[in-house]
């Protein structure tokens, strides 16, 4: 029964030592006493037997179950004061490491926790995995292989007291080792200050550090011959390692040598005595924010693997709520709010009662990566299921999740696999079009109207195989007319030849031409092919096209299907090495019969591949670049070409990539290098483009600003999901384009003011998304005009912050090219002055911005845009509360105060980035609803892409003007301050000639005695410039250096920043 027995409190002697007593002949003989026991102790007769890798292993069991509670209640009690500090922490909960000693070994266990109450302990190369369940008394079952120990600690001034149940009570006591030397404070390592294998003295130092722009020496613990384990010029961290001692005294201290081995726990001898936990189980704590056991989205593959096709949606369904009861609640507070730390604070006071529930869900959200993708390979395991319209709720709701907030590929996925759900069977939408297309006279208005999900190109193709003439004719029409909406003076002549043999001739002209401005009428020519292989034959007969111009601007667009290819088409890009291929062969096709197109005038030549139920593939194929295939123009219609500027961006941007997949259908995703860019230090500033077109905009209704907000929503969400791509990341900045390919008859400069409301209204509701997805320009393009009288204008409204002044609007009338149809000149829509379309600053300003972002701050005019923001937002709230008062035109204006050559501050139109000084200051007028007139502040910021931020005399000198003309004025003063420091600058002259005495000229890490100049090199420069002594070097008069002054010199003309100090 005393085996059976815990003893507990302040008892030390453990129940295994009176164990041993009680076995003992003397005990059973009963001839024991008092000397009897004291003899025992004196001999250390009774000896508790352990196995050591058992005490070390259950004792970092239990210090990482202490670590787990402390942190715990640290992060619940921190929490309860409102302070989230720790949030940012949480990682720390589930990875950390555990040093245990004992008998003189070290042993560094890295820990991970699985679960609420799973651990892995990783040594060396050895994994153990442990379940521990804590007891209302402190003690702990440990669950590891096949066995369970029940252990209790206590940690005392001398060490952990381990009680191992049944076996023995240990003491691993605190060890201090003297003869480690280590870093006090991260720092560089200047040098040593003995040489290796030198004694150093207790307290004496023995290496300098340098930390905070200054030289600080670290003290000898203890007395020994030193052996150095850093080099000079090494980053070390507090705690670091710098050298070791053979102590003078060895007495002093039991040295403690790392573990270096196998570490072979006796419970996991027999490693497959106990199942690990279930798939699902595993898959469950990971979406809890535990560490997963493996990769998350092989373990997803795994799971439903192993199941049964009939209960995929219940797995799913189990998995995907899981997730969203955590990020649904967070979601719902990040839209009434702006920031992470405003959403966990609404949390918290909600909780107040149960700060459990924030603290699972920020320890969830910790491990949002994981999660996310435990979700996308759910999604992705359970599109192909039958009945997946079942998921259909649950799938909505991840697609109704922002795609900001680092959802962004999961709300991406979920949206296009809702798509999948909520369309109709690709053989339903099939036969209601065929239906349409079966009549004497198709109503083609309303045909190419249908949305692409229900009418779309790959539904049309998949009739031209059909067995009624009729419908394959109106089928191949309807393709024409969809493909060119909106082109004006468009004509379409189909002739049938039976199952996929058709063609189609029609004339069109650019959309962008003013019907004044003579547009030309081009020529085209569709024939329908039923493979690949019949294009060669195609291009052996005459083209029926004439070039009347002279100036090639006609087209050919080649349709091959309806079954274009002849391996896997199950999903989109299945069929990527097959139509690689037919690129292939179509360009050598094409310069062989370069003559023959050259004589028909065809300047494009097209091929869409059909591969139904899926989207076509598209290869377009220009005669500028000698019939090779425009990769930029990669599954894209021929006309999108036109309609999203792409030709315009190869022609101004270097490497211009298209990125794939995008979102919507009429998305396209670009990212490229601005042409004649200068190369920074963080190489030359990409820009991201996102370019949507859409066939339809009704600004006379009096909701139309739904449908361009619903595009711009959906280009941000477009350009959240290229920055995953690793060809993109998160430094580029951004661009926005929305061509609105139809007519507005209303007066241009109405239009004009309308989309300019629209645009400012989208920046104040949307402007933290825009600033994450760095958004520098948004453009909109619209046709003004009637189909009665064709276009008369082409307006495009620009919101852009190349000027520094966030996202400025402005109104130009475009011209295009009628050969090209691409513009080319640009007026602004209320004076009728010559614009250009790029500001001359704008390379300049995306250089900026990179830098400071890449700094973790902003480019200091962006603030100016900010500021603009706010105050639209002010404005909006205002209206919204009742306020009566109209909103002021010029909300907010600015002008640069820059120091003149009579040293005072004068108002400056200057561009951003023009500036030689870090600091900048601007007077700003802030109309709000209090004070509409408009109220003077003065700004200054710090510019930290000038000389990394750093703070100098010139930087003193504008500060200082600047306070003083806010001071004279009665204006109130804001300081943006993000700098470096005082700017430490060199007597730059000087540097090539000063040379060093070193203590020992074999050896320059111990260190030198003094600086000096040659005589002759002394001469060179000015009285003022240094102070120096005569010396002697190896017989040589030399100078040795005190002090530099640098008076005199260019380098030092503006100080060299430590005046500021």
């Not at 799973?118 to 007891?135: D, P, Y």
């Not at 730390?341 to 990566?369: G, H, T, W």
Request: glycine share 8%; aromatic share 8%; proline share 4%.
């Amino acid at each position: 029964s005393l085996r059976n027995m815990d003893v507990v409190g302040d008892i030390r002697n453990p129940v295994e030592y009176l164990v041993e007593l009680l076995g003992m002949n003397a005990f059973i003989d009963n001839t024991i006493d008092t000397s009897w026991l004291d003899g025992l102790i004196k001999e250390k007769t009774v000896a508790l037997k352990y196995d050591s890798f058992d005490v070390v292993f259950y004792a970092a069991v239990f210090r990482a179950m202490r670590t787990l509670r402390t942190r715990k209640e640290e992060l619940l009690a921190s929490l309860g004061k409102g302070q989230l500090g720790l949030l940012g922490q949480l990682a720390t909960m589930n990875q950390f490491p555990i040093e245990i000693a004992f008998e003189g070994v070290k042993y560094n266990f890295q820990v991970r926790r699985c679960g609420p109450d799973i651990l892995s302990f990783t040594i060396g190369e050895r994994v153990m995995q442990a379940k521990v369940r804590e007891q209302p008394d402190g003690a702990l079952f440990v669950s590891v292989g096949n066995s369970v120990m029940k252990i209790f600690g206590t940690e005392e001034a001398l060490g952990l007291r381990l009680r191992l149940e049944g076996i023995a009570t240990i003491m691993l006591p605190t060890l201090y080792d003297p003869s480690e030397l280590r870093s006090e404070f991260n720092g560089k390592v200047v040098r040593y200050l003995q040489d290796d294998g030198a004694t150093v003295k207790e307290g004496e130092p023995y290496v300098e550090l340098e930390a905070m722009k200054m030289i600080m020496p670290v003290k000898a613990s203890a007395t020994g011959k030193i052996a150095h384990t850093r080099g000079a010029g090494s980053i070390v961290a507090a705690g670091e390692l710098l050298g070791n001692l053979e102590l003078a005294d060895p007495s002093q201290v039991k040295k403690i040598v790392p573990f270096d081995g196998d570490f072979a726990l006796a419970a996991l001898a027999d490693p497959g005595t106990k199942d690990a936990d279930d798939l699902m189980t595993q898959v469950e704590l990971a979406l809890d924010g535990y560490l997963p056991q493996q990769d998350p989205a092989a373990m997803v593959q795994q799971l439903f693997r192993s199941a049964a096709p009939a209960d995929y949606n219940k797995i799913a369904t189990s998995v995907l709520e899981r997730y969203l009861a955590v990020e649904e609640k967070y979601a719902q507070e990040v839209k009434t709010n702006m920031s992470a730390d405003q959403a966990f604070l609404s949390l918290i006071a909600q909780n107040k009662d149960s700060l459990e529930q924030v603290s699972a869900i920020a320890l969830a959200r910790s491990q949002l990566a994981a999660r996310n993708e435990i979700v996308l390979s759910t999604l992705r395991s359970v599109r192909a299921v039958a009945d997946a319209a079942d998921l259909a709720g649950i799938v909505k709701r991840l697609a109704e999740l922002p795609s900001e907030h680092a959802y962004g590929e999961v709300s991406l996925v979920a949206n296009q696999y809702a798509d999948k759900i909520n369309a109709d069977p690709f053989e339903e939408r099939r036969a209601k079009l065929r239906k349409m297309l079966d009549v004497e006279s198709p109503n083609f208005q309303e045909i190419i109207s249908l949305r692409a999900n229900v009418g779309g190109v790959e539904v049309l193709a998949d009739l031209l195989a059909d067995e009624s003439a009729a419908v394959r004719k109106h089928a191949y029409e309807a393709i024409v007319r969809r493909v060119y909406r909106m082109f004006p003076g468009l004509t379409v002549e189909v002739t049938d030849n039976g199952p996929s043999d058709l063609d189609c001739k029609y004339t069109f002209q650019y959309p962008d031409v003013p019907s004044e401005g003579e547009p030309i009428t081009r020529g085209g020519y569709a024939p329908v092919v039923p493979s690949f292989s019949a294009l060669k034959d195609l291009l052996a007969k005459p083209i029926p096209l004439e070039d009347s111009t002279g100036k090639s601007v006609n087209a050919i667009a080649v349709v091959i299907g309806p079954k274009a290819f002849k391996g896997d088409t199950s999903g989109f890009y299945s069929t990527d090495d097959e139509f690689k291929e037919m690129i292939k062969e179509t360009e050598s096709l094409l310069k062989a019969s370069a003559g023959a197109l050259k004589a028909a005038g065809v300047r494009k030549f097209s091929i869409m591949a059909a591969q139904a139920p899926n989207t076509p593939r598209y290869a377009t194929f220009l005669v500028e670049d000698g019939w090779a295939e425009s990769l930029t123009c990669r599954d894209m219609r021929g006309t999108f070409r036109h309609l999203l500027e792409v030709a315009r961006l190869d022609q101004e941007y270097d490497d211009l990539e298209r990125i794939v997949p995008v979102i919507g259908r009429s998305s396209h995703v670009f990212v490229g290098t601005k042409k004649g860019e200068a190369r920074g230090k963080l190489g030359k500033p990409k820009t991201v483009f996102a370019h949507i077109i859409t066939h339809t905009v009704d600004m006379k209704a009096q909701d139309w600003m739904q449908w361009p907000e619903t595009l711009l929503v959906s280009a941000v969400d477009e350009l959240e999901r290229a920055r995953l791509n690793p060809e993109v990341g998160t430094k580029p900045n951004s661009h926005i384009l929305v061509h609105f390919n139809s007519l507005v008859d209303l007066e241009p400069l109405v239009v004009a003011e309308m989309l300019e409301n629209f645009i400012n209204g989208f920046v104040a509701e949307h402007g933290t998304r825009l600033q994450r997805s760095k958004v520098d320009e948004i453009a909109l393009k619209v046709g003004i005009g009637s189909e009665a009288a064709g276009r008369t204008h082409t307006l495009r409204l620009t919101a852009s912050s190349t000027t520094g002044e966030y996202l400025k609007t402005s109104a130009l009338f475009e011209r295009a090219d009628a050969l090209t149809g691409a513009p080319v000149s640009w007026c602004d829509a209320k004076s009728g002055d010559e614009r250009g379309l790029l500001d001359a600053s704008e390379g300049r300003m995306q250089l900026k911005r990179q830098i400071a972002r890449a700094a973790g701050s902003t480019y200091a005019p962006e603030f100016l845009g900010m500021m603009k923001v706010e105050l639209i937002k002010k404005w909006g709230a205002y209206r919204e509360a009742g306020g009566q008062r109209p909103t002021p035109s010029d909300l907010f204006k600015s002008a640069e105060l820059v120091l003149g050559a009579d040293g005072e501050l004068a108002e400056s139109s200057r561009s951003p980035g023009e500036n030689n000084v870090g600091v900048l200051a601007w007077r700003c007028t802030m109309a709000t609803p209090e004070y509409p007139e408009g109220r003077d502040v003065v700004l200054i910021a710090n510019d930290v892409t000038f000389q990394a931020g750093s703070f100098g005399v010139a930087e003193d000198i504008v500060f200082q003007k600047a306070s003083e003309y806010a001071r004279a004025r009665g204006l109130p003063r804001i300081h943006i301050a993000c700098n470096s420091g005082a700017r430490v600058g060199l007597a730059e002259e000087l540097k090539a000639y000063v040379k060093a005495k070193w203590t020992d000229s074999e050896d320059p890490s111990k260190g030198f005695d003094f600086l000096y100049l040659e005589e002759e090199d002394y001469k060179r420069f000015d009285e003022g410039t240094v102070v120096a002594e005569e010396a002697t070097v190896d017989g040589r008069k030399v100078f040795a250096i005190e002090s530099i002054i640098g008076e005199g010199l260019k380098s030092t003309a503006g100080g060299i920043g430590v005046e500021n100090l």
